[in-house]
């Protein structure tokens, strides 16, 4: 893999953490006081967004962590290698999941496994 391939995945990453912790930052800066409360129906479905602002949380958390991740393998330059096999994983595959940590066969193998 060259630089420049390099840095375009870096920025991709780089890109969607951004993306992750801005929506994050959103949902803080939500204002709590001095806003109308709205009815009953107002109500049930602000809880049911709050429900699912969590869950979506949990799975950007573990997204995140992903990302940080292999920002972190960029640095001591064992981006873009399989942890299980140690090949280099295709182009195509950082591309659509520049977070991955396995080439596809590996991946397939273990969700074949559980
Ligand atoms: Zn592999």
């Known amino acids: 893999m060259n630089k420049s391939d390099l840095l375009r995945y870096k920025n991709l990453l780089l890109s969607k953490r951004q993306e992750l912790s801005t929506g994050k930052s959103l949902v803080d800066s939500i204002p709590t ?3 109308p409360r709205g009815d009953p129906v107002d109500m049930a479905a602000s809880e049911t967004d709050a429900a699912m ?11 995140l962590r992903a990302i940080e991740d292999a920002l972190m393998r960029m640095q001591h330059e064992k981006y873009g290698i399989c942890e299980e096999c140690g090949q280099p ?3 195509v595959r950082l591309e659509a999941v520049p977070w991955t940590r ?4 590996c991946k397939e193998r273990q969700d ?3």
């Not at 602002?53 to 997204?63: A, E, F, S, V, Y």
């Not at 396995?102 to 066969?105: G, M």
Request: charged share 35%; hydrophobic share 20%.
């Open 33 to 35: 006081a001095g806003e």
């Open 53 to 63: 602002q969590i869950r979506l949380q949990q799975t950007d958390g573990k997204l």
């Open 89 to 91: 994983i295709s182009q």
């Open 102 to 105: 396995r080439c596809r066969d």
């Open 112 to 114: 074949s496994r559980s």
